[in-house]
């Protein structure tokens, strides 16, 4: 079950997006590079980002559960 590269990869990808949420420096970053335009419209991006990693996740833990014996 623990071999399954999607699930690893769903698991990283959702942390990784989750911890972009959380993070106010990528506003202070994107205002530092002359980008902070684009603060306004992140939410649009990594919301749905967030929930597509979350649903693999899911998704690919009831895969290897079945698989298992």
């Known amino acids: 079950m ?7 990869l769903a698991v990283v990808g959702a942390a990784l997006v989750c911890l972009s949420c959380l993070t106010p420096s990528a506003v202070v970053a994107l205002g530092a590079i002359g980008l ?4 306004s419209q992140l939410d ?3 919301l749905p ?9 899911i998704y690919r833990y ?6 298992a014996p």
Request: net charge positive; proline share 0%; hydrophobic share 70%.
């Open 2 to 8: 623990w071999r399954d590269r999607w699930l690893i």
């Open 49 to 57: 980002v967030l929930a597509a990693f979350a649903a693999l996740v």
């Open 44 to 46: 649009i991006v990594v």
């Open 62 to 67: 009831r895969v290897a559960c079945r698989r």
């Open 36 to 39: 902070s335009a684009w603060a």
